[in-house]
T-cell receptor, first 110, second 119 residues
Framework: KQEVTQIPAALSVPEGENLVLNCSFT??????LQWFRQDPGKGLTSLLL?????REQTSGRLNASLDKSSGRSTLYIAASQPGDSATYLC?????????FGTGTSLTVIP | GAVVSQHPSRVICKSGTSVKIECRSL??????MFWYRQFPKQSLMLMAT?????????EQGVEKDKFLINHASLTLSTLTVTSAHPEDSSFYIC???????????????FGAGSRLTVL
């Protein structure tokens, strides 16, 4: 069974810092990987989608990379802002199902 | 972009009553929808996969008679919590599977979630 782990579980950084969130998965036979953001008491908002054939995707200050062979993805956030404070989840799509990571709770301190 | 509407966003009910939560895909057809439960400060727990026109597939440990799922059309799936009890209080989130417009890859679009409180 696919297991998805995110490290760290929580992260607190001062505003303006660049940061990296990590996502690891045990089975490299995935079709794609999605990064989501969840604000407290809300649903999930899709941030970036990386297909299995791709290495990275960028959207604004966000950059996500994928290394299937090692079972890892990273989400890089540049010049962090207080509005980036949220929980970030990664999910891998494989054989008809999405598998979610445990999430990283990010706090950006003004 | 794809939008999924989930309603109600909050519901409070008495123990023993049933509650229905709706999940609608507004601008696309969703043959597959997923229902999740989320406890405070925890990740999503997949409860069941809802397929249009057929019975839902429940994850191990989820009571199908307790959590009734109906996916009668390509744009609507409902979750009914029957005879709700305080331990059913939780945040329930639905998502719909659709195809990314650019890549054609399978992606998930989420509803805003429903906070259920059973007194």
């Amino acid at each position: 069974k696919q297991e998805v782990t995110q490290i760290p579980a929580a992260l607190s950084v001062p505003e303006g810092e660049n940061l990296v969130l990590n996502c690891s998965f045990t089975d490299s036979a995935i079709y794609n990987l999605q990064w989501f953001r969840q604000d407290p008491g809300k649903g999930l908002t899709s941030l970036l989608l990386i297909q299995s054939s791709q290495r990275e995707q960028t959207s604004g200050r966000l950059n996500a990379s994928l290394d299937k062979s090692s079972g890892r993805s990273t989400l890089y956030i540049a010049a962090s802002q207080p509005g980036d404070s949220a929980t970030y989840l990664c999910a891998v799509w494989r054989v008809g199902q999405f598998y979610f990571g445990t999430g990283t709770s990010l706090t950006v301190i003004p | 972009g794809a939008v999924v509407s989930q309603h109600p966003s909050r519901v409070i009910c008495k123990s023993g009553t049933s509650v229905k939560i709706e999940c609608r895909s507004l601008d696309f057809q969703a043959t597959t929808m997923f229902w999740y439960r989320q406890f405070p400060k925890q990740s999503l727990m997949l409860m069941a996969t809802s397929n249009e026109g057929s019975k839902a597939t429940y994850e191990q440990g989820v009571e199908k008679d307790k959590f009734l799922i109906n996916h009668a059309s390509l744009t609507l799936s409902t979750l009914t919590v029957t005879s709700a009890h305080p331990e059913d209080s939780s945040f329930y989130i639905c998502s719909a599977r659709n195809l990314d417009g650019r890549s054609g890859a399978n992606v998930l679009t989420f509803g805003a979630g429903s906070r259920l409180t059973v007194l």
